[in-house]
């Protein structure tokens, strides 16, 4: 009898020690996955399970969450079979815009014993955009005296793919008078020139059609076409100049629609018609055409759509003056957008622990994570609680942190604190967000003492017997001995 008395302590020694270093954090190194974008929902991304080196069905046992940020929830998660599966079907191009490689960052969250693995997804892009023109017609005009050799920048396709599925190049049917060459831009993006091999003779033919197609790298090729449409004029021998071949500005994201954020301007020493100028946007993409309006006469580019500078902090915009007789000149204008701290912090609950036990040690309470979408100060972040709480916060990996008990709680002292966690960024002005907490504490040693019962009652003694055993022990656990 006293033997199976000591083999009891000594297995609830070893729990209590389990259960202590089990508490500490530890972060595992990451993995990267990969899924093919518009894969169907219920996908198997991996075994996780396996991954872990776990046993089947103990994620269950350890309580295990996927964690993805801003609380999206793109992947499920099998705890019996500890498969990871695909939760809904994913479009690489508004996961991640023109960015490459595409990758979903999450984190695996075991609670018991508490401990985070970060995981990244690869969103592989598949060829399911073809390349398209703003404009299905292109109006150009040239003077017949336009020496060969001369190049005339056309406007651009747009191709929502990335990588080799991403527009590669540009063709024209086989032409006595011009062929096309592909350039790419600073940002990574091609456009045709026009290049004129032969002397044009508007007396011969005042007009000339041809056929562009832009075509990308995917298999089979996926493509888009456009007419130009060329008009042969009369001699005008000067372009419009602008008095600057770059224009940089600065403006606040909270900029208020239909400010002018500069004026372009351009002059032409040809008189009439041939000296009037008129400004256009080129090679801008569809999103600078909705967030800007260029004034063809005045030059002036005003705000037609809120600005976010999380979205998009720096905008090129391609100018163009033209004059009557179809020559042109361009600048560019370079928009720097300024972050302002217009979005307040945010906090995600992963999991609470309430009630908890009085007298224990060190104990988790709760676990989150934090995140704020502005940049620099406007995203930098402190937690903080009340001071006069046995409470205290300790970050843990990447934007983590845990509530744990900073002394052992006390029932009947005090038997419920309401915490509140406060999230502020260090912007001007500063922002905060505020999470309340209920936590109660619970009478210590009554799922033990239980446990014990539980223990003696499978050894089948008389009711004598047990209770004898159990004065024997906890008499035994009150003075620290073995007997």
């Known amino acids: 009898m006293e033997a199976r008395g000591e083999r009891f302590l000594r297995q609830r020694q ?53 964690v993805s940020k801003g609380n999206k929830q793109h992947f499920q998660l099998n705890h019996q079979t500890g498969d990871l599966l695909l939760h809904e079907k994913l479009d690489r191009e508004e996961l991640c815009g023109p960015t490459e490689p595409c990758i979903l960052h999450f984190q695996i969250l075991l609670q018991t014993p508490l401990q985070f693995i970060t995981n990244e997804l690869q969103v592989i892009d598949v060829n399911d955009h073809s390349p398209v023109f703003f404009e299905n017609e292109i109006q150009l005009k040239l003077l017949e005296n336009t020496p060969p050799g001369t190049i005339i920048p056309l ?7 990335v990588g080799r599925n991403s527009l590669q190049n540009y063709t024209i049917a086989p032409n006595a008078h011009f062929h096309v060459l592909t350039r790419s831009r600073r940002d990574g993006r091609k456009y045709p020139q026009l290049v004129l091999d032969k002397a044009l003779d508007r007396e011969e033919q005042p007009e000339i059609i041809l056929t562009l197609t832009a075509l990308d790298g995917g298999s089979p090729p996926r493509s888009g076409i456009a007419q ?92 163009e003056a033209k004059d009557g007789g179809g020559l042109s000149g361009e600048t560019t204008v370079i928009v720097q957008v300024v972050d302002v701290n217009d979005n307040p912090p945010e906090l995600t609950l992963s999991s609470i622990t309430s009630p908890i036990p009085e007298n224990s040690p060190e104990t988790v309470v709760a676990v989150f994570s934090v995140s704020d979408l502005d940049s620099g100060d406007n995203g930098r972040i402190m937690c903080s609680i009340e001071n006069n709480l046995p409470f205290i916060l300790k970050p843990s990996i990447e934007n983590f942190y845990t509530l744990v008990t900073n002394t052992a709680l006390d029932r009947e002292t005090r038997a419920e604190y309401n915490i509140t966690i406060t999230v502020t960024d260090l912007g001007t002005p500063r922002l905060k967000t505020q999470h309340h907490l209920t936590v109660t504490s619970k009478q210590a040693g009554f799922e033990e003492n239980q446990v014990v019962t539980e223990i003696i009652d499978t050894w089948g003694l008389p009711t004598g017997t047990k209770i004898k055993v159990l004065i024997n022990i906890y008499d035994s656990v009150a003075h620290g001995s073995a007997g």
């Open 14 to 66: 070893v729990l209590f020690l389990f259960v202590f270093l089990g508490g500490s954090l530890a972060a595992s190194e990451s993995r990267r996955y990969s899924v093919v974008e518009e894969t169907e929902r219920g996908y198997l991304i991996a075994n996780l399970a396996k991954d872990l080196g776990l046993g089947v069905g103990e994620l269950a046992v350890r309580g295990a969450q996927v």
């Open 155 to 161: 406007e651009n396709a747009e191709d929502l793919d």
């Open 228 to 319: 130009i449409h060329i008009l042969v004029l009369d001699i005008n021998d000067n372009a419009p100049e602008f008095t600057q071949s770059l224009y940089e500005v600065q403006i606040l994201e909270n900029s208020p629609i239909n400010s002018v954020i500069v004026t372009v301007s351009a002059s032409d020493l040809d008189t009439g018609n041939f000296g009037t100028v008129s400004y256009a946007f080129f090679h801008a993409s569809e999103e600078i055409r909705k967030t800007f309006q260029l004034n063809p006469i005045t030059g002036d580019i005003q705000l037609v759509k809120y600005l976010n500078y999380e979205v998009m902090n720096t905008y090129e915009l391609d100018i």
